[in-house]
């Protein structure tokens, strides 16, 4: 009931295209989802979060949408760009204060 | 990185010896993290801290150890070091309270263990 499922494993795009990367989890007491960016050789670096009674939240060209009765939520980067190659992890907070990671998901964005 | 620095950046180390990581801050939270991060796994969480001498353990803290007497510096010892250790470790810190569930991470340090 804890995990974070999230997919695909690796993902790669064209510059410009759009990319989408999936999380389910199981635990409704989950109160807060955020989205990490992690490049080659650094800490993961907040991106954007979201919290459950929104259904979606927009950065600059990123977007999560959030579905509740689902139990999904999703990260969409538009317009790819080179730049945005990195690990992508999905997490949600539960409430005994703990982070729960989804696997990761490799971007790569190509020029 | 958030105010946060982690010694050694690399280590390599012998199976058997004692190894401590440490994770220092200057933002002055209260909660402190060390994770585990391999390759399809994503980040898994080994102990945090609440507070000075404030300890709890997380998913996998078989064979890990941690320390907690400032505010500012959170060690991660391994008692003795096994190839299964062989990992990159990141802290983390939090403020935590209503509406301060970020985390913010420091950059990490990797350890083999030979």
């Known amino acids: 009931q804890q995990q974070v499922k999230q997919s695909p494993q690796s993902l790669i795009v064209q510059k410009g295209g759009i990319s989408i990367i999936n999380c389910a989890y199981e635990?409704?007491?989950?109160?807060?989802f955020p989205w990490y960016q992690q490049f080659p050789g650094k800490g993961p670096a907040l991106l954007i979060a979201?919290?459950?009674?929104?259904s979606e939240k927009k950065e600059g060209r990123f977007t999560i949408s959030f579905n509740k009765s689902a139990k999904q939520f999703s990260l969409h980067i538009m317009d790819s760009q080179p730049g945005d190659s990195a690990t992508y992890f999905c997490a949600a907070y539960n409430q005994g204060g703990k982070l729960i990671f989804g696997q990761g998901t490799e971007l790569s964005v190509k020029p | 990185d958030a105010g946060i620095t982690q010694s050694p950046r690399h280590k390599v180390t012998e199976t058997g010896t004692p190894v401590t990581l440490r994770c220092h801050q200057t933002e002055n939270h209260r909660y402190m993290y060390w994770y585990r991060q391999d390759p399809g796994h994503g980040l898994r969480l080994i102990h945090y801290s609440y507070g000075v001498k404030d300890t709890d353990k997380g998913e996998v803290s078989d064979g890990y150890s941690v320390s907690r007497s400032k505010t500012e510096d959170f060690l991660l010892t391994l008692e003795s070091a096994t190839s299964s250790q062989t990992s990159v470790y990141f802290c983390?810190?939090?403020?935590?309270?209503?509406?301060?569930?970020?985390?913010?991470f420091g950059p990490g340090t990797r350890l083999l263990v030979l």
């Open positions: 635990n409704t007491a989950f109160d807060y």
């Open positions: 979201i919290r459950p009674d929104v």
């Open positions: 983390a810190i939090s403020p935590r309270g209503e509406g301060q569930e970020t985390q913010y």
